[in-house]
């Protein structure tokens, strides 16, 4: 059995991907979230998922859940990074402890997963870690917090595939461009109003539109599997053509 590890798998690219898995034959799928209500919101949608809670900013809470994941399933096999928040603001708008935020659920979450679960993934078959960035990694956003957080996870990332190639376990970046996720609304920085309007604006810097969850769950998938087995370390940016476009 496949054992396949989702932070932040509650909504937009997190949930997409869970429920892609857990589609799949002889693959169970356990996905870490911080909101219990949003948890109970969602779980019956997923059936098959297991939804476990904790705060991925918290490495000993994440040392715990490994620990039960071991007795239960011994390995873990697949681990995507992939729960984050985000706080809008530059350098002048921006609070010191929204910075803190944010780099915390966005940047040191992803270390301190990739540490508490290493030990289950030298046990895992065709392990690996797919760590979702953004492209605001190297062209900048909104949230200086967001875009700096994201840079250092590409790093990590590179890091850790350098790092981790001894015991065969491949680490890969996915860079997603504008996807629509309702991200901003979970993070209550927009209503529903405002960010429709945010999309519609954005929308027009994408040759290929605005990207669906899906579209980066299959790009999971395939890293994820034995087809990539000769990938790792590399950013795989999926962005409508945004960047090109420049």
Not at 74 to 84: I, M
Request: charged share 20%; aromatic share 8%.
């Amino acid at each position: 059995m496949r054992v396949i590890l989702i932070t932040g798998a509650t909504s937009g690219i997190g949930f997409e991907t869970a429920k892609l898995f857990s589609q799949e034959k002889n693959t169970k799928v356990i996905s870490l979230s911080k909101s219990l209500d949003k948890i109970k919101e969602v779980k019956n949608q997923l059936p098959k998922v297991e939804f476990l809670q904790c705060d991925v900013s918290d490495y000993d809470a994440l040392l715990k859940i490994a620990e039960r994941v071991e007795k239960k399933y011994s390995k873990v096999d697949v681990l995507v990074n992939n729960a984050g928040s985000i706080i809008p603001g530059n350098i002048e708008t921006l609070t010191a402890e929204g910075w803190d935020e944010v780099i915390k659920s966005n940047f040191s979450s992803y270390f301190y997963v990739s540490k508490a679960f290493l030990p289950l993934l030298k046990k895992g078959t065709n392990a690996n870690i797919v760590c979702i960035s953004s492209i605001s990694a190297t062209a900048g956003g909104s949230s200086i917090a967001y875009s700096c957080a994201k840079a250092g996870v590409n790093m990590i990332a590179q890091t850790l595939s350098k790092d981790l190639a001894k015991y065969n376990i491949r680490v890969n970046i996915i860079s997603p461009g504008m996807v629509n996720t309702g991200f901003h609304i979970h993070n209550n920085v927009m209503n529903e109003q405002q960010y429709k309007d945010m999309l519609e604006k954005q929308s027009v810097d994408y040759p290929f539109g605005i990207g669906a969850p899906i579209d980066i769950a299959n790009a999971i998938a395939y890293l994820s599997s034995e087809k990539a087995g000769w990938i790792t370390g590399a950013d795989l940016v999926i962005d409508g053509g945004k960047l090109a476009s420049r």
